[in-house]
């Protein structure tokens, strides 16, 4: 994952059941004004998913998929590195401690194939 313009401090995220049961993810972002409403979250495998973000409220919205087609349940960590003010570079750690290795699936609205491979986290976490 290539990294451009303004780039923040990474964030980690725990999922809860509800979360996962749910469309959404709160945030823990405390500069989420600088954000667009719209944002572009990228996983290792080449899975994109384009979500909604609501400063207002500091919440994510459109995550259901992503939860469905990486079968979170809760309890799993998401680590967030911010690329620019649309993207999100995110790592998936499971309830193991270590990312997990991620299916061969895309998002259903995506044009491109999914990469092939475990792909571990680098040391730059």
């Known amino acids: 994952m290539e990294s451009y313009g303004l780039v923040l401090p990474k964030f980690v995220k725990f999922l809860t059941a509800a979360e996962t049961n749910s469309d959404e993810l709160l945030s823990i972002l405390t500069y989420g004004n600088r954000f667009a409403p719209s944002l572009l979250f990228k996983f290792h495998n080449g899975y994109e998913i384009v979500v909604q973000f609501l400063a207002e409220e500091g919440t994510f919205y459109g995550l259901s998929t992503m939860y469905d ?55 730059r976490l």
């Not at 790592?91 to 044009?111: K, R, S």
């Open 69 to 123: 087609d990486f079968e979170l349940e809760g309890g799993e960590m998401l680590i967030f590195e911010v690329n620019g003010i649309f993207d999100f570079n995110v790592y998936i750690i499971g309830l193991d401690l270590t990312e997990i290795e991620y299916p061969n699936v895309v998002h259903y609205m995506q044009n491109s194939h999914p990469k092939v491979g475990k792909i571990l986290m680098t040391s």
